[in-house]
């Protein structure tokens, strides 16, 4: 979701990443919070501003094949694909949103992922769906766009587990009229598992604005942000041996620094491979251990987005507002 006011991504911003560089500006800050850090995030780490000029930049994923990232710009229905040898180019267009005339402002796909082919999965806003997609580009097919015969809100980040399963969101950020929206179906926001045998199942709907999720390395945890400023909170479930969830508990509460001004709420999150959280939130990227204890945070002085692995995986690539950036860490994600 876009939390301030849409920027204009001009020709002249988004031309200028279109050629590989070997240097970058940089931006934001390191806040360190607790001497932890100091393992996972080296003193002189630099964020570094990899293309500017975005409406709203989210889901960023990593192709180890080709060595490239992809992300999405919501607003602008566009996936975009960086590498540092070609720089920036757009990837896919439309990303989200294929119907007649336009759609809100928020039509595109949102949080991406690949699932264990290598194919592209999509959360799609103006779809209303979770889709799959072979990196040629040849087609995509649907995996889910509805729960009962009822058409989703606008489905935000996805993420599969091991054994095939897609996990997903479901607020009203992509909903023309958000969650007034008179197209609505479902009178809930929900969290959804959709099964290898196309079945779907509502894992919860008790919370009122989910969005970026996460499984700890052992898959034991789903973790779950919610982006609501009145409860911005993290919320772990505990995963069932049938592939449900059980009632979770706060992993953490970020509603005090909300309150304090930090821009961004609890949005996109990954996880590393000693289990430390590291999500999108009030004041950047937030990092915790895996008790819930708060680290230290990377402030990119935006309301940022979301984050994804890239690179040998310890590279943290982030989305925040207008900006692509990415920073060295000291530790690889979850899965590499």
Known sequence: MKFP?????????????????????????????????DALIA??????????????????????????????????????????????????????FTGAGTYGDEPGSNGL??????????AEHGDRRISVMPLTGVGKRTIADNYQGKRFNSPNDVVQHSGGAYYFTDPPYGLPKKHEDT???????GVYRAGTDGKVTLLTKDMTR???????PDEKILYVAQSDPNKAVIMAFPVLTDGT??????????TPMVKQGLPGLPDG?????QGNVWSTGPGGVLIFSPAGKLLG???????????????????LYITADMYLCRIKIKIKGAGW
């Open 183 to 189: 197209t609505r179906e479902i009178d809930w926001f």
């Open 269 to 273: 999150l990954k996880v590393d491979a």
């Open 113 to 122: 992922t690949l699932n264990r082919q290598g194919h592209l999965i999509s």
């Open 5 to 37: 006011a849409l920027l204009t991504c001009t020709w002249l911003v988004c031309q200028s990443a279109l050629f590989a560089q070997s240097s970058f500006p940089t931006l934001g800050k390191v806040v360190r919070i607790d001497p932890q850090l």
């Open 210 to 216: 989910p969005n970026g999720l996460a499984f700890s």
């Open 245 to 254: 969830v059980g009632p979770g508990k706060v992993f953490y509460d970020a």
């Open 43 to 96: 003193s002189d780490a630099k964020i570094e501003v990899l293309a500017s000029g975005f409406v709203w930049a989210e889901g960023p994923v990593w192709i180890k094949e080709g060595g490239y990232l992809l992300f999405s710009d919501v607003p602008q229905n566009t996936v975009f694909k960086w590498s540092a040898k070609e720089g920036l180019t757009p990837f896919l267009k439309p990303s989200g």
């Open 297 to 315: 945070r990377i402030d990119t002085g935006e309301a940022t987005a979301n984050c994804g692995w890239g690179d040998d995986g310890s590279t």
